[in-house]
């Protein structure tokens, strides 16, 4: 089934193709479900300002030195970053980059085949009118086998589509779906404003107050902006792998992170709306999307279509993001064993089920533990890693012959920020992380950021 010859790396049909396909990925439930509840519990506006510079002066970095990285040594994430470091006259060792992002996307698979499941469970309650009967919304998600039946279910239509490969599978679903999605965004987000409480959304969205601020703003910015970029989980870089070699990588990786921030904007102003329309907490956290809204969409007129609707845009979001995060690991296994693509896709579909499957037995597990080890931990590791990578290991000539199409200020803006900017920054922002995990905040309440 796989569409390129044994011994050739498979390319994108065209540059369109690409930025759909990576658009697909950026834009899932990071936006519709992480983005919210993120904002709700940190405060608000001022987080959603930290979030904006996080994704312009971290995220956007580390995601061309990722796609030019994936370009220049046309492999997977492991095999590039030690290609590349061996080019330099550098250690094979440096492929640890590679290995921890891979870890990490590997990671936020297994809990987010769960998430998606609800979504799509939630979907198709809605669509047969259960947001308005008591406890309607969980009509087709009571139970643990029901819930392990959606998340299984979810994995498997991944996995059907990475193991089409890229042109086949990947390609042809983003081009089909993404669309799709901005225009039921757009809708929904028009009629919420339209029925629910739009000037509190955009004064609580927009109006700064800094009083909320803490370390833990900059922690739990920092991981969203790297969750929702796609950064740090060796995605990027293998979708970069697949790239020609006269693509702009500065303007695509500009499109790319714009894309996704102004649909996590947008998508608040779909969701805050409803949520200030009755009251509800805005801090209900993780499950904001599941408990907050369908109550909303009981009291709605046609709240049950629109209901069915959302979950539906969420569940299209989370698919282009799903077979990304897939596709990382699969482009390792199949470049580096003898098993072809459909084999690697279904053997890691199934270990990636396995663990997420402890999440639907302990939301500690799935919900607190892996969201806090993908999210303030291996994301800024790896990011951290990837910026030390472009901006110390390899040689400044080798960034620039890659970024080529790069005007001289944004490629200087480029390599400042990867080399002084984000090693610095991450590396105490992820301090401050492990010191709330571990220390109880004693370190962050010291320097005044508690
Ligand atoms: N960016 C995706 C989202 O917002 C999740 C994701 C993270 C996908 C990392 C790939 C890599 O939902």
């Known amino acids: 089934m796989a569409a390129t010859p044994a011994g050739q790396h498979a390319h994108w049909s065209s540059r369109f193709a690409f ?77 640890i980059v590679g290995w921890v992002c891979t870890a990490g996307g590997f990671l936020i698979l297994t809990t987010y085949s769960v998430i998606a499941g609800q979504v799509m469970a939630y979907s198709a309650s809605g669509f047969v009118g259960g947001f308005s009967q008591p406890d309607g919304a969980n009509l ?90 796609s950064v740090a989980s060796a995605i990027m870089i293998t979708y970069g792998s697949y790239l020609s070699k006269d693509t702009n990588i500065g303007s695509s990786a500009i499109m790319i992170a714009s894309a996704d921030t102004l649909v996590a904007l947008i998508a608040g102003l779909m969701i805050f709306p409803i949520v200030f329309m009755v009251g509800i907490d805005p801090a209900a956290g993780l499950g904001l999307i599941f408990t907050a809204l369908p109550a909303v969409f009981a009291d709605m007129p046609a709240g049950n279509i629109i209901g069915g609707a959302f979950f539906a845009l969420a569940f299209i979001a989370a698919i282009t993001s799903s077979i990304s995060l897939l596709e990382g690991t699969v482009a390792f296994l199949e470049e580096n064993t003898s098993f072809s693509r459909p084999t690697a896709a279904w053997l890691l579909g199934f270990f990636a089920f396995m663990i997420g499957a402890g999440a639907v037995w302990s939301s500690d597990f799935g919900g607190l533990f892996v969201d806090w080890l993908s999210g303030s931990f291996l994301l800024p590791l790896g990011g951290l890693l990837v910026a030390v990578f472009a901006g110390w290991v390899i040689p400044r000539s080798l960034m620039r012959d890659e970024l080529s199409h790069a005007s001289n200020g944004l490629f200087a803006f480029f390599h400042f920020c990867v080399k002084y900017i984000v090693p610095p920054a991450i590396g105490f922002i992820l301090l401050l992380g492990l010191d709330a995990k571990f220390n109880g905040g004693a370190f962050g309440s010291m320097l005044g950021l508690g």
């Open 19 to 95: 930025i759909l396909a990576a658009v697909g990925s950026a834009v899932g439930l990071g936006n519709l479900w992480r983005f919210p509840f993120q904002t709700g519990d940190n405060g608000g506006s001022a987080f959603v300002l930290i979030y904006i510079g996080c994704v312009a002066l971290f995220a956007l970095p580390v995601l061309m030195a990722e796609i030019a990285i994936g370009r220049h040594a046309q492999q997977s994430a492991i095999s590039s970053t030690r290609k590349m470091a061996q080019e330099a006259g550098k250690s094979a060792n440096w492929a």
């Open 140 to 229: 087709f998600y009571q139970g643990e086998f029901t819930q392990l039946a959606w998340h299984a279910g979810f994995m498997i239509i991944t996995v059907l589509i990475v193991a089409r490969g890229l042109k086949g599978g990947i390609e042809q679903v983003a081009t089909i779906l993404m669309p799709l999605f901005f225009v039921m965004l757009i809708g929904l987000t028009i009629y919420s404003l339209a029925t629910g409480a739009a000037s509190e959304a955009i004064a609580y969205l927009f109006t700064p107050d800094f009083s909320a601020v803490t370390g833990q703003t900059f922690v739990a910015a920092l991981g969203q902006a790297f969750f929702s970029v």
